[in-house]
């Protein structure tokens, strides 16, 4: 209540800043550069001036001297901008399309305090990954030990991180990962996803390599039905 006792209005917004969103949720540094990493949260920023704007990616753009907007950075580019504090970005996400710097302009300084958080893409954090019931990485140990069409599956700790990282990627809408991503999820060192499992001869049939993405894997749909419904 405001002092005439009359409720605020809430203005409907497009967008949050970084700073306001980290202090409703209360996640730290690290848990939030741990979600950013993990493709979990997308940042924005708001830029301005001459761009080339592109309606798709594999597409040509048309410059726009006096572009305006929120645009999203790329995985890479958030990170290096919240552990360098600011970095020069030379293109950002829009729509499905891309928005680059024009040919003979600098590229734009991304400054960590001008991140930004669509309401959207708030919205869908706190439905997943800040829900009480959802699935978090420390939330590995059903994946040490389980049962799946008649077979008993038995792993070890770090092979278990990485098929939990699988299985919230897959309820949360992005089911195939690239190997490097599963592997530094689960915190292992080996350079491919055959040499984390080579103890394990089953792994195969619930970790699947995805048609036509070389390099992309994702949990076997059966699997991520059954560690859903739970017992």
């Avoid at 309606?55 to 901008?81: H, S, T």
């Avoid at 680059?100 to 439905?127: K, N, P």
């Avoid at 792994?203 to 859903?228: F, N, Q, S």
Wanted: charged letters at 25%; proline letters at 5%; a neutral charge.
């Amino acid at each position: 209540m405001n002092k005439k006792g009359v409720p605020p209005v809430l203005i409907p917004r497009d967008y949050f800043t970084l700073q306001e969103v980290l202090a409703d949720w209360g996640i730290s540094e690290s848990e939030l550069g741990y979600v950013v990493e993990m493709g979990q949260l997308t940042l924005s920023v708001r830029v301005y001036g001459s761009f080339v704007v592109a309606d798709r990616k594999d597409r040509p753009g048309w410059c726009n001297p006096d572009f305006e907007g929120v645009v999203d950075l790329e995985r890479r580019d958030a990170m290096r901008v919240l552990r360098k504090q600011a970095c020069s970005v030379p293109s950002f996400a829009q729509n499905g399309g891309m928005v680059t710097t024009s040919e003979g302009s600098t590229d734009w300084v991304v400054y960590r305090d001008a991140l930004l958080v669509r309401a959207a893409e708030r919205e869908h954090f706190e439905a997943t990954i800040m829900a009480a019931d959802a699935p978090h990485a420390n939330d590995y140990d059903r994946f040490l030990s389980f049962d799946l069409n008649g077979q008993h599956y038995l792993f070890t700790d770090m092979q278990a991180r990485a098929l939990n990282y699988l299985f919230i990627c897959a309820i949360t809408g992005d089911p195939e990962q690239r190997g490097a991503q599963i592997l530094a999820a689960a915190g292992s060192a080996s350079l491919k996803l055959s040499y984390l499992f080579s103890s394990r001869k089953g792994w195969r049939d619930i970790v699947h390599p995805v048609a036509k993405r070389r390099g992309y894997y994702m949990l076997e749909p059966a699997l991520v039905v059954t560690m859903r419904v739970g017992p």
